[in-house]
């Protein structure tokens, strides 16, 4: 076991130094080899496995981002089914799918998440998961399901929340307009 911590250790400390020098980070492979260190290298392998997907998505690797993010819903595991960290990564994860063209998911994915900010009582969640829906576009029809989470967003929404009220009335005066 100590053997094991110093090596995830070293490890780290070389990842970082060769961060540093500006060298290329392989994030999934880190992710890979924290997820076989064992349960103890959970939280790093989730952050890990995040890492890659974002390091995906600036390649427009849209596709590989998606499994990325799925793989680090799976390690993190259902704990807390309503926690804020598990809604931030269904939505990072329905982002992923949209770009990908997995309309289904990406709209399945950021509806849980919607649920998650429901059950938490969490207004900024609830509109970054109405706009996450909301970035499929349907041309010709009227989606009622996004009409509603944007209405509802916006009605638990502060006044300070600016920007996102901007973003969920322009969101909204679109999605009502066939």
């Not at 911590?5 to 500006?22: K, S």
């Not at 890979?32 to 600036?58: I, K, M, P």
């Not at 649920?115 to 970054?128: F, N, V």
Request: glycine share 8%; proline share 3%.
């Amino acid at each position: 076991e100590a053997d094991r911590d110093h090596q995830d250790r070293a490890l780290d400390r070389g990842i970082v130094a060769g961060a540093d020098r500006g060298n290329t980070i392989s994030w999934a492979a880190l992710a890979q080899h924290l997820e076989d260190s064992g349960d103890h290298a959970n939280a790093g392998a989730v952050e890990a496995w995040r890492q890659a997907a974002l390091q995906a998505e600036t390649r427009h690797s849209f596709d590989d981002a998606a499994r990325c993010f799925n793989r680090a819903l799976q390690i993190a595991g259902p704990v807390d089914p309503n926690s804020k960290e598990r809604a931030h990564l269904l939505l990072e994860l329905a982002t992923a799918q949209i770009r990908a063209g997995d309309l289904d998911a990406g709209r399945r994915n950021s509806s849980e998440a919607f649920r998650i900010g429901e059950a938490r009582d969490d207004p900024q969640l609830l509109a970054d998961a109405a706009l996450t829906y909301g970035n499929i576009f349907t041309f010709g029809c009227v989606d009622p399901r996004l009409v509603g989470q944007l209405k509802a967003a916006l009605a638990r929404l502060g006044a300070g929340e600016i920007e996102r009220r901007a973003r969920l009335q322009a969101r909204l005066a679109a999605a009502m307009q066939p």
